[in-house]
């Protein structure tokens, strides 16, 4: 998740609040590292900004946020090598998303023959596991990264690692505070307001899609926003696939299985961007009307 502004305390203990538009990669690392902390009241946790295509603060590495805070999150032990005392942070860049969004959407659209050819191949193509023990010798745990930045604290160690697909009934308590990209077919027509949940089924399987406070408060989701009736639009006409990468979780509430999604790019309606597809149905409405 996006931190989108932090707390700056100088040595006196005075306190100011930043925010991304007042940062540059120059200001920070000459002037506040270290200095910064998460915005939340009462969170002690540091955070570090990270430039690129998408600027934003982010916890600092060794970091926790307290169990109220919005940006709490648990850090997902790893068995890399025989000591462990590290942190992995494993970066899935925007480019890597949107492709493998496109290949789950290939994937669910392929024919049983075409299945088992691919099936064949990669089995018969399967390298030989290496081990990974004498790559890093001391590693703690890992933290997943959405987004693309360039800027990282010292001595952060950075590893690549596959983003797992899962249809809707394939989904498992094993899942459960991961981040996955599910596959299925919108269920039903939704209640289309500023943003809206998408229940998406397959086999008789569901899970409810939800856009909360950190996806409307992050300026670059704003095209998304009161958008979410093209949905309902396109399910008139025929199946809608769905396709979205985010992090999996069971409602306390409901009991029901969740896919939160942070990011408007991060999730397709027939593979294809929802604010593209409500811009193309407003246009074809009014060459119509």
């Avoid at 932090?6 to 120059?26: C, P, Q, S, V, W």
């Avoid at 910064?36 to 934003?56: D, K, M």
């Avoid at 010292?154 to 590893?159: G, M, P, S, W």
């Amino acid at each position: 998740m996006r931190i989108m502004s932090a707390f700056y305390r100088n040595n006196d203990g005075n306190e100011k609040k930043i925010h991304l538009g007042e940062m540059t990669t120059h200001v920070y690392t000459q002037k506040l590292k270290r200095k910064l902390f998460c915005p939340t009241e009462n969170c002690t946790a540091r955070v570090s900004f990270s430039g690129g295509r998408y600027p934003h603060f982010r916890t600092w590495k060794y970091d926790q946020h307290s169990k109220k805070c919005p940006y709490h999150f648990d850090r997902i032990p790893v068995n890399l090598g025989r000591n462990v005392t590290d942190i992995v942070s494993t970066e899935i860049s925007y480019n890597r998303r949107q492709k493998a969004l496109h290949d789950a959407y290939t994937q669910m659209n392929l024919s049983e023959e075409e299945r088992e050819a691919i099936r064949i191949s990669r089995n018969r193509h399967r390298p030989k596991a290496q081990s990974i023990t004498t790559r890093k010798e001391q590693v703690k745990g890992e933290q997943l990264v959405l987004f693309d930045s360039k800027l990282y604290e010292d001595n952060l160690i950075f590893r690549r690692r596959n983003l797992s697909k899962r249809y809707v009934d394939e989904i498992f308590e094993s899942d459960i505070g991961q981040i996955r990209l599910v596959m299925g077919n919108i269920a039903s027509s939704i209640e289309a307001g500023n943003v809206a949940e998408i229940v998406v089924k397959n086999n008789d399987q569901v899970i409810t899609v939800v856009f909360e406070e950190s996806f409307t408060a992050d300026p670059f989701n704003s095209s998304y926003l009161n958008k979410f009736w093209a949905i309902n639009q396109v399910l008139d006409q025929d199946i809608v696939q769905f396709t979205g990468i985010g992090d999996i979780r069971k409602s306390t509430r409901s009991k029901r299985l969740e896919l939160v999604i942070h990011a408007g790019t991060d999730f397709k309606v027939n593979n294809k961007d929802m604010s593209a597809v409500a811009a193309q149905i407003a246009l074809d409405q009014y060459r119509l009307g």
